[in-house]
């Protein structure tokens, strides 16, 4: 991983920050998390676990199919970092995959087969409150996060954890697990959507689910209200569910 200006640093830390909005989505701000801390330290790949309803992690964001496949594997197996970074409340970093059999004899070979080298994760935290964690994956041996890197990955995600909070408001704990719960529901809708249009366009999961997001986005909507349309009325956005331009069947 490299060191990132501090121009970049503080930008994205604003945007991170930046949570007070009307239409504020979990899933989106995750997977905006998700997107960040890859460009942040140069990883090859970044996935967001959170604790559902009752204090079990649960996969919810990726920054692409590779990260959420090895994710949810490790949500499944309940062994890897994102498991130990929640239990403890500390980061794990630089750990070498190829020799973590011993530490997670599932997880380890499973991420090293999807090309990942190493691992780090950092917990999503406020002061005694761990929320979830962050995974980061490298692509060097022997692990790849620098004594620099290691305090701006854990305030990113501290940032990140104050932007969850928040949105906590007066309810302290109820609001925060409604929205992590309906989030975990959308996923659904989300993965099953992304099928879909995989599959009508003829293109991969990652630009089905990056086609889905710009969708959302351009005509402001929800990403999770998107996907649920796509799945149930496949024929209600045919700019998703039909032939990119140029394509017959």
Not at 62 to 85: I, K, T
Not at 187 to 199: L, S
Request: aromatic share 6%.
């Amino acid at each position: 991983m490299t060191s990132v200006s501090s121009e970049r640093l503080a930008a994205i830390f604003v945007e991170i920050a930046d949570t007070l909005v009307a239409e504020f989505e979990v899933l989106e701000f995750l997977t905006m998390l998700a997107d960040r801390a890859v460009t942040l330290v140069d990883a090859a790949a970044v996935g967001v676990l959170l604790a559902d309803q009752g204090g079990e992690l649960a996969f919810l964001a990726a920054s692409d199919e590779s990260a959420r496949l090895v994710e949810v594997f490790q949500v499944q197996a309940q062994e890897g970092p994102c498991l130990e970074a929640f239990r403890t409340g500390r980061p794990v970093v630089n750990v070498d995959l190829d020799t973590a059999a011993g530490l997670w004899p599932g997880f380890a070979p499973r991420a090293a087969a999807a090309g990942f080298r190493s691992v780090h994760a950092f917990p999503l935290r406020l002061r005694s409150d761990v929320i979830g964690a962050l995974n980061v994956f490298g692509t060097h041996p022997g692990g790849d996060v620098s004594g620099t890197d290691i305090p701006v990955m854990q305030a990113l995600a501290d940032i990140a954890t104050i932007g969850l909070l928040q949105q906590r408001t007066i309810h302290r704990g109820e609001v925060l697990a409604g929205q992590l719960q309906d989030a975990l529901d959308s996923r659904v809708a989300i993965e099953q959507a992304k099928g879909v249009v995989a599959q009508a366009r003829g293109i991969s999961v990652d630009d089905a689910f990056t086609a889905i997001r710009a969708y959302a986005r351009n005509r402001n909507l929800r990403l999770a209200e998107v996907a649920r349309t796509v799945v149930t009325s496949r024929s209600a956005i045919p700019g998703l569910t039909g032939p990119p331009s140029g394509r017959r069947r």
